[in-house]
Structure formats: C-alpha cells, structure tokens
C-alpha cells in the first residue's frame, strides 16, 4: 500500500505571496488543491494553479468531509501566520486524531505569528507577555491576568474587540492601562493607535488587529492574587461562601492541575470552581447548585473573576450529577447528608481521582468519618479565629469549625500493574504524525 501523501499547511502574513519562504512557495505551487480562507486564498498568484477551495463556516465539521473529498490528491491549507498558534494546525491534528479514515502525516511552514510581529514592533519579550485570545470567547476571559505591570496582548474577534477591551478595563479598574491596538501587522497597510483604556474613543479600525497592554491598576481597584484565597469580599455571596482560609486550605486539597475537570458539588457562590479555574486557563469545572438565584450567582461571580467558561448546573444533586463528563476531582460543599450523594461522587471519579469534602455539622462529619474509615485519606478539622476588639482589647472570635475529609480513590482491584509494554520509549523520528 502507498503511504498517504502529507498534508502541507503553510502560514501566510499579511505580506501575503511576497512573505513566503522558497519551500512554502514550492508547496502552493505544486498543490493540486488549495484549502484555506477566501482571504487567503485571495493572496496567491496565478502561478498557484489548484483547485480553490475556500473553507465553509462553520469550519471545524466541515473538515473531515473535506479531507475525505480530497484523500490522494496534493492538498495545501492556507493559515494565517503560525498555524499551530491557535490556527488551523490544531483543528487539523485533533479531526485526524479521531478519524483514522482521514490520517495523513502533516507538514507545517510556519510564518511569524502575529504575536511574534507584535512583540517585534513593541520590543516586547514574547516570553514575557501574556497572550490571551478573544476569538469566540468572551472579553472577561481577560481579567485573569488583569496585574498591575503585566503586558498582555489581546488577539482581536474583529474591529470591536479594541472597544471591548478598553470598556472592561475602565470596568475592572484599569483604566490608566495603556493600549495599543498594531492593525495588518506585517503588511503594506501596517498601522499603530495609541491611547488609555480611560477616554478611549477611537473608531473600530481594522478587523485583523492585535491588542498590546501595558497594564495599569488604579490604586483603589480590587487586586486579584494568582494563588488561592481570594479576599471574601471579591465574590458576590447570600453567606453561603467558603471562606478565604478555609478556601486556600480546600484548594490545596483539591490540587487542581493543568486540564483537569472539577465538580463543585452545591456551589453556592461558585467560589471553589472559580479558583479551581484560575489556577490554570485550561482547568475545567461545573458547579452544580439546587438553588437558582445562587446558581445564577455563581455565573456571576465566574465572569466578574476572568473564568467565564465555569459550566453552571442548576438541579438537585445526586439526580443533577447524571451524565456529567467525568471529573478529576469531586469537592462536596453542600448536600452531603443527601441519600446517595457521597456514593455518587466516589462512584465518578476514576482512580486516582481527588474527593474533597467540608461541613460545619456534626451529622455531615459523622459521615465524613465513616468514609474517612471506609477509605481512608485525610480527616483534619479547620478551625480559624479572627482577632477583634473586646472592650479597649483585643480578643479571639472563633469561625465555626470545618471538618474536611479528602482522599484519592485507589485503582480498582485486580487492575494490572503498568507493564514494561506500556513504557513508551524515546524515538527519534522525522515524521511526528
Ligand atoms: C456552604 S454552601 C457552599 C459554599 C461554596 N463552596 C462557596 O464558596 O460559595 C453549600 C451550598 O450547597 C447547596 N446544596 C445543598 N444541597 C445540595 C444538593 N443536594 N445539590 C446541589 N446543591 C446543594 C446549597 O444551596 C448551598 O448553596
């Protein structure tokens, strides 16, 4: 059997044909068919004699069938700057990974990305700078690395983003950042504006623009640490909050790592998911609340806290837990004493997976203690004072105490140990498909 042609993907600027390097030239001029966006497609000569075919929208269930129709031939996508930066290299490598019938070895020509650009213009480290993307994702995806002195680029959805941007800024309490929005990077029409988030007014320019920040926090403007324990009055809560120590403490027992899902078991202010999620932008969470005004509050609190992507579930648990996707880690904050919800929780976590669960009474901890028995981990008891005024003194108020139970879930029995087959050897290989 002949081994499958590759599939070219080339990266192309603003600059268009007279950007591109020798190879990727070769490339698009021996293509028997050209996939790329009409934009692109748009750029090349003549000289590139195949087949045009311009994606659809919407892209990513289109592409299976597109490389199907095309399997044998010499195909070239058409990217814009690095296509493995947040561009089509990425949809191509994840639809191959699931249709086997569609796999063919792929070949990128990667051109500078607009972040490269961006950061060559500005004299800007890129690993230095922060990039946040808002292409389909909302502007509060921002306020996650809102830090005074931090540089972040922005990479726009299109002519309104600058706008967008400057609005949530003046919004979050930084209004003194400033902003330069660098249009058709690259390219002939290349051009810089210039301004503070305060008094931004200038008009939607080009759509094909990054956003540079300089970011600058006004001094009473709420500051939002990186770690765990974020002040309580960050969230909006009716009471029912985990408060800050006990928060950090949970945290911790939770060990969130990049990727990794969590439920957030009767949310209540949706704090613990949305610390989950702030610890790394490709933590995932749902946080499942019975009640409907908190279940709405928790989506507020995610937004106002740069993780509008926290999954709210409004229902009852155990029943709202039913086809939930499976989760790494499982924190009961409410309901425990609910027929059935501990099992239901242990049940969905795979082994290894992380459960972690608090209460303030005595009927909850008896349970807790029960399963502390049953599987062990770790029962500890939480117990934080707050100094106060007594009379011309000072003296100690007591936070009810917290019991937390936590514990990883062990393989199941009579699992076979990892053999010496399933150790993956280093290779060395010219091919990474
Ligand atoms: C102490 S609060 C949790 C606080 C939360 N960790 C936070 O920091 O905002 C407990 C929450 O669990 C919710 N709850 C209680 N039983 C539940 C159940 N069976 N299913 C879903 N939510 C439940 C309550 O409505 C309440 O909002």
Known sequence: ???????????????????????????????????????????????CAGERVPWPSPLRPAVPGLLAAH?????????????MFYGIGRTLTEVMAEEAAVRRPLRVLPHPSSVAYACARLGWAVEDTEVVTLV?????NLVRVLHDGMRVLVLSAGAGTPGEVAALLRERGFGPTRMRVLEQLGGAHEQLVEGAATGWDAPAGDPLNVVALDC???????????????????????????KRHVRAATLAALAPAPGELLWDVGGGSGSIAVEWLRAHRSCRAIGVERDADRAARIGHNARALGVPALRVVHGAAPAALAGLPTPDAVFIGGGLTAPG??????????????????????????????????????????????????????????????????AVKPPRPGAPEPGPQDTAAPSRSQDPS
């Open 71 to 83: 399997a044998g031939r010499r195909v070239c996508v058409l990217a814009s700057g690095d296509p």
């Open 341 to 406: 919800l501990l099992d239901a929780c242990w049940d969905a976590l795979p082994p290894g997976g992380r459960i972690v669960a608090n209460t303030v009474t005595l009927e909850s901890e008896a349970l807790l203690t029960q399963w502390y028995r049953r599987h062990g981990g770790e029962l500890v008891r939480l117990a934080v004072a707050h100094a106060v005024p007594v009379g011309g003194f000072t003296g100690w108020r007591q936070a009810m105490p917290v019991t937390q139970w936590s």
């Open 136 to 140: 389909g994702r909302p502007a509060e």
């Open 216 to 242: 600058v926090r006004e001094p009473d403007a709420p500051r939002l640490p990186v770690v765990p324990g974020l002040p309580d009055d960050a969230y909006e809560h009716d009471g029912q909050l985990t």
């Open 1 to 47: 059997m002949t081994p499958p042609l590759p599939l070219f993907v080339v990266g192309i600027g603003a600059d268009g044909w007279d950007g591109l390097s020798p190879a990727a030239r070769r490339e698009l001029t021996a293509a028997e068919v050209l996939l790329g966006g009409a934009r692109q497609l748009a750029l090349l000569p003549a000289e």
